[in-house]
Nanobody, 118 residues
């Protein structure tokens, strides 16, 4: 079983920054990718940033150039540095560890809310 705990969300003004963290524990194969997903009002969670086991990264067009994903394998922690935040970045942010980024994760953390508003 996988246990994921996200933190770092909050209220920030447009143009501001936040850094999200996700601490992972449990049976996560080292070959798995990890990713950050965003859910706005609605059922879908969109992959916005991912990092593969080899270190290569993926970013959705909506966050490219503003967000940076990183991973500390020794601490089993995933990060998302979010800069130049926009109101449309508002949502619940979740991390997950799918086998590969193209697969929909089976297990999720509780999420952390990010609100970008003046």
């Amino acid at each position: 079983q996988v246990h994921l705990v996200e933190s770092g969300g909050g209220l920030v003004q447009p143009g501001g920054s936040l850094r999200l963290s996700c601490t992972a524990s449990g049976n996560i194969p080292s070959s798995n990718a990890m990713g950050w997903y965003r859910q706005t009002p609605g059922p879908e969670r969109e992959l916005i940033a991912g990092i593969r086991s080899g270190g290569s990264t993926y970013y959705a067009d909506s966050v490219k150039g503003r967000f940076t994903i990183s991973r500390d394998k020794g601490k089993n922690t995933l990060y998302l540095q979010m800069n130049s935040l926009k109101p449309e970045d508002t949502g619940m942010y979740y991390c997950a560890a799918p086998e590969i980024l193209s697969l929909h994760p089976d297990e999720w953390g509780q999420g952390t809310q990010v609100t970008v508003s003046s």
